[in-house]
């Protein structure tokens, strides 16, 4: 299955270990690209922006070949699957059914956008008129993190595709093969060689001589927070090249009195834990989300373990819901199913690597210590690999780090509030800003607190719905730019204005 990694190499010959997260142990060696690598890859990117076909050719084109791309995507979603549950500890029939069906999906939604890329025309005055051209902005560099190889590499190549630009993408790499597969894929669909160039390599060396790089013009990133400051900071101190962050959160879940509290609890545990979410919601809204999942491509169900930029690892449960929802929130999270991805059963499976497992671990220590209260959880499952019980804390401050901090992993904190206006206030109080949910049927507090909440998405009455058609990104520390959506086109593109004189210029 991996023949195609031998072929590649670097300009040093280095390589680095993939590790399967189910058993620690090593997959495969992957080629280990370094600053001259990506000097390389940028001469072909920006090679192919200057002078190749890409740019040039007419949208419909760029997205008949898009859509070949999509295609082959789909006829080898079963060794992509394979490929994510391996490296990335992705339940097997999430990356089938869900994420890697939303990444072929996706580039078909902006291949569909391809041709209809516009400009204005502008009146101006009596004696000049002027119009507009929307232009690929050049040659970019994508950074993406490990918790959906698949999903966040056409979050951002799809669109850039679509503009015109050519590319060089930097998976994480804990997560460097599907990328592989995608850069071959990529070739077969007929995109000229030049414009998608995938390097693999480390952050402080491959991804840092992207963001310091003199001929790349744009930087999209996905990461966390700290490592979005390193970003832009090399991007001002070398040639100003635009940026766009997408980054960590702490998002709020409100719950309500008036919830339904079996499907608040779920809803709850789905958005912290993740990875069940089809079982939970095939459970809960039957016919309504299979619908939405198949026909309308929501993907309420991709990521895992709680690794999600999004979890809603803050809930807030109203008082008088309060007690009966702690009650069955344990319930529930003690009958989680954790364990081997490929199996069908599975509801979460291991966290993606030793130092993320490290690091949970010693979060849920820390909120012991802080004087929280262990509802659930807090231990390694099993022995070997990366898995940890779904663990919910309970009398919990606002203050204690298990609450500030993003933790990326299968832990909640569970909090009491009284009113509409506390609720606000708490959930507001936080740097990120990337997603917020409220569980109620009083439209009045639904769109008063949707209003009020600083965050790039709300979700009411469900979490996790995320669709190519809906811009996605955050406030506040979270970020700035938007994936998915138009918005995420407009990203890849700049204005110029052609301005000209109606008649014979005085000049
Ligand atoms: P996480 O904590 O989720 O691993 P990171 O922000 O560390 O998130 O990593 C996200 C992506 O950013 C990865 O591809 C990683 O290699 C890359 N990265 C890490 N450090 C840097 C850096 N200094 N410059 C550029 N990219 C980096």
């Known amino acids: 299955m991996f023949s195609f990694l031998y072929h590649l190499n670097t300009t040093f010959g280095k390589t680095f270990e993939t590790i399967d997260p189910r058993t620690g142990e090593v997959i495969t060696r992957v080629a280990e690209g370094d600053k001259e690598d990506v000097d390389l890859a940028v001469k072909a990117a920006r090679e192919a922006f200057d002078h190749g076909k890409w740019p040039r050719m007419s949208g419909y084109e760029r997205g008949r070949i898009m859509m070949k791309f999509a295609d ?15 490296n990335a500890g992705k339940i097997l029939t999430h990356g089938k059914l869900l994420d890697i069906p939303f990444a072929a999906k996706n580039l078909r939604y902006y291949a569909g956008a391809a041709d209809k890329i516009h400009g204005k025309t502008l009146k101006l005055s009596q004696e000049m008129q002027g119009y507009t051209l929307l232009e690929p902005i050049g040659v970019v560099g994508h950074i993406i993190p490990w918790n959906f190889p698949s999903a966040m590499f056409f979050h951002k190549v799809a669109p850039a595709l679509a503009a015109g630009c050519t590319m060089i993408v930097k998976p994480a790499e804990q997560t460097p093969l599907s990328a592989l597969y995608y850069a071959h894929l990529s070739k077969l669909a007929g995109i000229p060689d030049g414009v998608l160039n995938v390097v693999n390599g480390f952050g402080p060396t491959t991804g840092a001589a992207i963001c310091s790089h003199m001929d790349i013009d744009k930087v999209s990133f996905t990461g966390s927070t700290e490592v979005g400051r390193v970003v832009m ?5 070398s040639n100003l090249k635009v940026v766009s962050l997408e980054l ?23 958005g912290v834990l993740h990875n069940k979410a089809k079982l939970i919601i095939i459970n809960l809204y039957v016919l309504v989300l299979v619908f939405l999942v198949q026909e309308h491509n929501f993907v309420d169900v991709m990521e895992l ?70 509802l659930t959880g807090g231990k390694q499952v099993g022995e070997k690999g990366f898995y940890i019980e779904p663990t919910i804390f309970t009398d919990v401050k606002e203050d204690m780090r298990i609450v500030k901090d993003e933790i990326f992993g299968p832990v909640m904190a569970l909090m009491k509030f009284k009113t509409v206006e506390e609720a606000i206030e708490r959930a507001n109080k936080t740097r990120y800003g990337l997603a917020a949910g409220i569980i109620t049927n009083n439209l009045n507090v639904a769109n008063t607190v949707s209003r009020s909440i600083r965050a790039g998405v709300i979700w009411i009455n469900c979490y996790f719905a995320f669709d190519f058609d809906c811009a996605f990104g955050g406030y506040k520390m979270s970020g700035f730019g938007k994936d998915l959506g138009m918005e995420a086109l407009e990203k890849y593109l700049q204005t110029k204005a052609v301005v000209t004189p109606i008649y014979n210029s005085p000049w």
């Open 305 to 374: 373990q709680g690794e999600i930029c999004v979890a809603g690892s803050r809930v807030y449960v109203q008082e008088g819901i309060y007690d009966a929802f702690v009650k069955k929130a344990a319930e529930k999270a003690k009958g989680w199913v954790v364990g081997d991805p490929f199996h069908p059963n599975t509801q979460q499976g291991p966290q993606v690597d030793k130092k993320q497992f490290d690091k949970i671990l010693s979060y849920i220590d820390q909120g012991i210590r802080e004087g929280a209260t262990l």
């Open 233 to 237: 900071q090399a991007a001002a101190t």
């Open 248 to 270: 960590g959160g702490k998002s709020p879940l409100i719950i309500f009195d008036d919830a339904d509290l079996e499907k608040a609890v779920d809803l709850a545990l789905l």
């Open 72 to 86: 082959l995507i789909e006829e080898n979603v079963d060794e992509i699957a394979i490929l994510d549950t391996i």
